[in-house]
């Protein structure tokens, strides 16, 4: 798996369980506290290119996946076609 970048909050449980399952999964992450970044949501719907309501926020490589749900939905996905392929 490409670099995982997650940008949330430390206080945020799903960020927390997407952290969590990089770590179990031995993907290469890069946890963004946006809060001591001074990151906004509004900044990253700059980057995103729509409105960004939660977090976190995860890229696998420079491809946006969404949030928490959609990053574990993505790995099941890729974990499938790589049995199958």
């Known amino acids: 798996m490409e670099q995982v970048t997650i940008y949330g909050r430390m206080s945020c449980g799903f960020c927390v369980r997407a952290r969590q399952l990089c770590e179990l999964k031995n993907f290469p992450y890069r946890f963004v506290n946006m809060a001591e970044e001074g990151i906004t949501k509004a900044d990253l719907e700059k980057i ?3 409105p960004v309501m939660t977090v976190p926020q995860i890229f696998v490589g420079d491809q946006h996946i969404g949030g928490c749900d959609d990053f574990f939905l993505y790995v099941r996905q890729s974990e499938a076609a790589e ?3």
Do not use: A, L, N
Request: no cysteine; proline share 0%; glycine share 34%.
């Open 83 to 85: 049995t199958v392929g």
């Open 48 to 50: 995103i290119g729509k």
